[in-house]
Each structure stands twice: as C-alpha cells, then as structure tokens.
C-alpha cells in the first residue's frame, strides 16, 4: 500500500525555519515526481513547490521562491521541505503528494497525498 506521511510541523515565530519530511512507504520516492501544496483556512490549496522524478532540482512558487528548498534523501525514502524567513501568510497545513508522472511537476494532478502537518506562524 502507497503511504506518504508528513511531519515537522508546528508552530514558529516570523523569521524562523521549520523542516517539513514526507516519508513514503510502500514504493520508491525517486521514482515519482513530488510535489508540495498548502491550505490555508477559508482558502484554496496552493502549489508551494515540487521536484521531478531523478531530479533534484526543484521548483517553486513566487510567494516562496528565495525562502523555501525542496530535496530528497534516497537512502531515506524521504523528500524535506526547508522553510526559512517564515512568515504568518505561510501559515497552512502542508501536504506532500506523488505522481508517477514525467510531465512538469508543477502542472501534475498528483495521484497520492498524505494527511498533511499543520504550520502555524505567530508571535
């Protein structure tokens, strides 16, 4: 069975970082496109970034361009979302997702979505 599950969430003051993980089981992370969205309340999920799959580069949206970097560990079947110079619009629960895809992760209806893990950034 495909599981991904997210964690690393909580709650920061302006200005931290936090580290989100999406851990897979059940297949190999590498070979799928990841991709990384959030929601806030009362608003529409939002694609925050993504990475291909066998790539490491990542892609982003401008609210987060700059501040926020995608990767993968292999060897822990696990993609990380860092995310620096926090702010309170960045406040959402985050959901990673996977796609088997080749197409730009950016545009994909991604098939497999964890249960997401709330940020919260306040003073």
């Known amino acids: 069975q495909l599981q991904l599950v997210e964690s690393g969430g909580g709650l920061v003051q302006p200005g931290g970082s936090l580290r989100l993980s999406c851990a897979a089981s059940?297949?190999?992370?590498?070979?799928?496109?990841i991709g990384w969205f959030r929601q806030a309340p009362g608003k529409e999920r939002e694609w925050v970034s993504c990475?291909?799959?066998?790539?490491?580069?990542?892609n982003y949206a401008d609210s987060v361009k700059g501040r926020f970097t995608i990767s993968r560990d292999n060897a822990k079947n696990t993609v990380f979302l860092q995310m620096d110079s926090l702010k309170p619009e960045d406040t959402a629960v985050y959901y990673c997702?996977?796609?088997?895809?080749?197409?730009?992760?950016?545009?994909?209806?991604?098939?497999?979505w964890g249960q997401g893990t709330q940020v919260t950034v306040s003073t």
């Open positions: 990475v291909n799959m066998h790539r490491v580069r990542g």
């Open positions: 059940g297949f190999t992370l590498d070979d799928y496109a």
């Open positions: 997702a996977a796609d088997r895809s080749t197409w730009f992760c950016e545009r994909l209806v991604y098939d497999y």
